[in-house]
């Protein structure tokens, strides 16, 4: 329990402690250009939302404050019944801050409900990396600007000013194991840089205000000062890694449904929405203010597309990324992205000079799929003209992979009927290619001709004792008309350049018809000169017999 003496009191110590009174003290605001990004969250007694009940405790109400309640901050006038305070805990008073206790009931319009009691649940650090804790102001305490941002855009970025205000006391949860990056940081008026920051988590007040993690080391936070030159824009740095992952994990339990079929999802948010979204690779030249203020005047202002939601930004990968999106299930916005694009696309097919885009990329509601834009490139991709849906895809992607099945099953069939009738026809087809081929195709560096040894083969005349359907199956030359058919030996061959040739030892094969070749041996005489009175009985004439599976010599009596 907490009397009006003790109040009193109480105050009069915390004017004597420079370090408190430097918090509570109130400081002139500087306007600065450019955005700030603030905190929202606080753990002042006068903010509706850090009570159970939903409102201030009223005259006649027993007000109590937890054990586990952080730093409160009071700072205007209050009246209570009772005031229950924990047993370890900081209150700290703003200037000529009042205090007071009464037994009577409150009858103004906002208590009607009062006499009860009424208890601070801000107990819990609020989320660093939740988006709904921060806005975009013009100045430090200025009002929050309405403006569409993506879900990392909402929290600090690597080019952002962050404010925590003056004449509040906070609770913030910084996370664990991440690097969070900004511009610079202000807390309670007072500027840190990377270094005094990270000092000022070590002291009383600064635990007080950021209390370090249960487990795990604390997130660090670095203050690059740096405002950002590029003419191209600069990236937030948000868009991917455990930040992103971190966002997505508060912000998608708040996701809205989406009215449309075909939703998109930028890069960068956590939801999918309903719309358009272009991807933009730009050239040399390209000036990222120029090509903001050139779509609004032309394409955003424009009365046929009223409320619709755009975001123009760079991503982290070096892309331009435009966003546009309504609540009328996309329809709007969706036309209005392919309008852009078109007119895009008339700029990089005349040399890009207005926008200095190389390549654009769209994404819509409308049309469930993408088209994409390159220099060189003859045809606008936008509407349903240029992209297929999901389920055309699939189709199309079905139907290739049964073609090539099918081309594969029909090549597999026509390799197995063709290797069946070479089985069944082998013999037929080594005859048809002995018969024609003089050569042996596996022996084609080195030409050869099938010549037999004098003493492996006979020639086959009408008395001949070599039967013909042994002679068909051997490879024939060509019939001379003087000695009939040759019969050769396919099975060994004798190149040319390697066969010793006597022409003395041959012997004239026997004819029924024709003269003697005077270059061979005659088979019925010695010489051509012998003596006519001396009858020579003629000799045995051997007889070669060739075999399929051999060559076997068998000598029979004339």
């Known amino acids: 329990m907490l009397n009006a003496a003790q109040v009193c009191l109480t105050i009069d110590q915390l004017e004597s402690q420079p370090e408190v009174h430097q918090l509570i003290r109130d400081s002139p605001v500087v306007p600065v250009e450019g955005l700030f990004i603030r905190w929202l969250r606080n753990t002042d007694l006068n903010n509706p939302h850090n009570w159970d009940r939903g409102n201030l405790p009223c005259g006649n109400d027993r007000m109590i404050i937890p054990d586990d309640s952080p730093v409160v901050f009071m700072q205007i006038n209050t009246t209570v019944q009772e005031l229950v305070l924990p047993a370890t805990g900081e209150l700290v008073f703003g200037s000529f801050f009042g205090l007071a206790f009464t037994n009577e009931p409150d009858h103004s319009a ?27 102001t013009d100045t430090e305490t200025g009002p929050c600007k309405d403006m569409a941002l993506l879900d990392t855009e909402r929290i600090p970025c690597s080019t952002g000013d962050v404010v925590f205000p003056t004449g509040s006391s906070y609770y913030v949860d910084l996370g664990r194991n991440k690097d969070i990056q900004v511009n610079t940081l202000k807390v309670s008026g007072k500027a840190y840089s990377t270094n005094t920051f990270r000092d000022y988590l070590r ?179 936008t509407g349903a003209e240029t992209e297929l849906g999901r389920g055309s ?89 003087m000695f009939g058919e040759a019969t050769f030996d396919t099975q060994n061959p004798v190149p040319m350049e390697m066969e010793v040739r006597s022409v003395m030892s041959e012997e004239q094969p026997k004819t029924d018809f024709g003269f003697d070749n005077p270059l061979y041996d005659s088979v019925h005489q010695d010489s051509l000169f012998s003596d006519p009175s001396v009858v020579v009985e003629p000799q045995p004439l051997p007889v070669v017999t060739l075999e399929a599976a051999g060559c076997q010599e068998t000598t029979t009596d004339a």
């Open 203 to 381: 002291t009383e007040n600064g635990r007080n205000i950021f209390p370090p993690p249960a487990t795990g080391a604390q997130s660090s936070v670095t203050m690059n000062r740096r405002k950002c030159t590029d003419q191209t824009g600069c990236a937030c740095g948000n868009d991917q890694g455990q930040i992103f992952e971190t966002v997505c994990t508060v912000t998608k339990l708040r996701c809205p449904r989406p009215l449309c079929a075909a939703t998109i999802k930028p890069v960068g948010h956590c939801c999918n929405v309903c719309g358009g979204m272009l991807t933009l690779t730009y050239g040399t030249g390209f000036n990222l203010d120029t090509f903001n203020n050139s779509i609004q005047r032309n394409f955003v202002e424009n009365e046929k597309y009223p409320h619709i939601k755009y975001i123009l930004s760079k991503r982290s990968d070096g892309k331009i990324q435009m966003v546009l999106w309504d609540d009328n299930k996309g329809v709007m916005s969706s036309q209005l992205a392919q309008d852009i694009l078109a007119d895009i696309k008339q700029d990089i097919t005349t040399g890009g000079m207005r926008y200095a885009i190389m390549e654009a990329t769209l994404q819509s509601t409308a049309t469930g799929g993408s088209g994409a834009v390159q220099p060189g490139s003859h045809s606008a991709h």
């Open 110 to 136: 906002a208590c009607l409900d009062s006499g009860s009691d009424i208890t601070f649940n801000a107990s819990h650090p609020a989320d660093w990396f939740d988006p709904d804790n921060w806005c975009l």
């Open 393 to 481: 895809v699939a189709g199309v992607t079905i139907g290739c992979i049964a073609g090539v099945l099918v081309v594969c099953l029909a090549a597999f069939l026509l390799y197995r009927r063709t290797s069946w009738s070479c089985v069944d026809t082998g013999r037929f087809s080594r005859s048809i290619f002995n018969k024609f081929n003089r050569f042996d195709a596996s022996e084609a560096r080195s030409p050869q001709v099938t010549i037999p040894t004098p003493d492996a083969f006979a020639w086959g005349s009408l008395d001949s004792g070599v039967s013909s359907a042994h002679s068909s199956r051997l490879s024939q030359g060509f019939d001379n008309p």
